[in-house]
């Protein structure tokens, strides 16, 4: 199983893909008591933290998001795997569900939306296209890097406070993401993930593996009907929602959450 974070950034995050077969150990706060047959590594993804940082945004566009994916799991030896993916890393798990059917055993998707029905829910919804106005914003040129970046990345340390249940992040986490966001070239290649988007190919493609979609329903980003709407794309799929939980439900009830991915991929 391997951990792929979206913003903030590294590994503890833990967005994700996963194999049935080996790798290395990774953020145990997070996902816990994984069996020993399905093994697990936490490369932080491309743009973030110290992760190659190729310059461009075409550079990070799904495609190349998803040749990771495959790349990775072609060094670990691996033919067929669990993809698993919370917020940018179930963007590029919905992409592989798309576009990877044929290296695909099951799909896990926390607090994402498929990429096809993010424009469609949001002009349906006033509530949900206000919420989606920071991802506007983050196309504008430096200037999202000057805001975000300003007194030690402050925005960013408190986006995830306040979007999250208390004690949710430690301070010495937050520590961790600041020195992740300082380092040079950063907060621009985090940003090209959201700017490649316009780059992104059509992905209509239906979901034939069978697929779990968790959520959070106190999701201050992301409404609970993008889930309904993206699981409509699945030709097997089904919905598993906590009430309590935020965008980082996989935090915040760890222990459902992992019961439920285990039971899942191996039933």
Request: proline share 6%; net charge positive; hydrophobic share 40%.
């Amino acid at each position: 199983m391997s951990f792929r974070p979206g913003l903030p950034g590294v590994s503890r995050s833990c967005s994700c893909t996963a194999s049935r077969t080996s790798g290395s150990a990774g953020d145990g706060r997070s996902v816990r008591s994984l069996p020993p047959d399905i093994g697990s590594s936490f490369p932080t993804k491309r743009g973030y933290n110290t992760s190659d940082k190729p310059e461009g945004i075409r550079e990070y566009t799904l495609p190349k998001l998803l040749g990771d994916v495959v790349a990775l799991a072609d060094a670990l030896g691996i033919g067929r795997f669990h993809v698993v993916g919370h917020d940018w890393g179930g963007i590029v798990a919905w992409a592989a569900g798309a576009k990877l059917t044929h290296r695909l055993d099951k799909l896990v998707i926390l607090n994402a939306p498929h990429p096809e029905v993010v424009f469609t829910h949001a002009l349906r919804s006033p509530t949900q296209f206000l919420r989606s106005s920071y991802a506007v914003f983050f196309q504008i040129p430096l200037l999202p890097e000057a805001v975000l970046g300003a007194r030690r990345s402050a925005l960013l340390a408190r986006a995830l406070m306040t979007s999250s249940r208390e004690g949710a992040f430690e301070e010495e986490e937050i520590a961790e993401y600041r020195q992740a966001w300082e380092r040079p070239g950063a907060l621009t290649n985090m940003l090209n993930w959201y700017r490649a988007l316009r780059f992104r190919p059509s992905l209509k493609e239906r979901i034939t593996t069978p697929t779990l979609v968790m959520w959070g329903m106190q999701d201050q980003t992301l409404e609970s009907g993008l889930a309904k709407r993206s699981l409509a794309l699945c030709d097997d799929g089904r919905l598993q929602t906590f009430e309590e939980g935020t965008h980082w439900v996989q935090r915040e009830e760890s222990n459902a959450v992992n019961a439920a991915l285990l039971a899942f991929l191996e039933g």
